[in-house]
């Protein structure tokens, strides 16, 4: 896919990357661990979140030249405005029974019951 000519290094470093940040521990030090979600393979890791997002994006530089220098299609993050939150879901009917349930015993909707179902399981 042939590159844009607008979308040089400084396009590509304004874009509002999105990131995973876990805490990790190794021989008694804190650190956390900072990757790119749109960008595989980018990540850095740091004694202080701050430290780790300066890193990050001498790391995010660093990709973009790359990709640009071998003429390569940058990933770039999605604009989530274009989700309307809207998802089609079917399942069988015990597990919709059992959906319900648990939605009954909260007082809580469906949807609300799935939705901390999927982030628990997208947030590990």
């Known amino acids: 896919m042939a590159i844009k000519k607008n ?14 940040i ?19 393979g980018v990540c850095t890791d740091a004694p ?3 430290e780790g997002m300066r890193l990050i994006k001498e790391a995010i530089q ?5 990709y640009l220098e071998n003429s ?7 604009d989530q405005e274009t989700y309307k939150g809207n998802i089609s879901y079917r399942t069988s009917s015990k597990r919709h029974s059992r959906i319900a349930r648990e939605a009954s015993a909260r007082n809580a ?7 901390e179902c999927i982030d628990k399981v997208l947030n590990k």
Not at 62 to 66: L, V
Not at 72 to 78: G, L, M, R, Y
Request: glycine share 4%; net charge negative; no cysteine.
């Open 62 to 66: 660093g990709a973009i030249e790359i």
């Open 48 to 50: 202080t979140i701050e």
């Open 7 to 20: 979308k040089n290094l400084e396009y590509y470093r304004s874009l509002p990357w999105s990131y995973t």
């Open 72 to 78: 390569e299609e940058i990933p770039e993050p999605v």
């Open 109 to 115: 909707s469906l949807s609300a019951v799935i939705d």
């Open 22 to 40: 876990t805490q990790a521990k190794e021989d008694g030090q804190n650190f956390f661990i900072i990757r790119v979600n749109e960008l595989p």
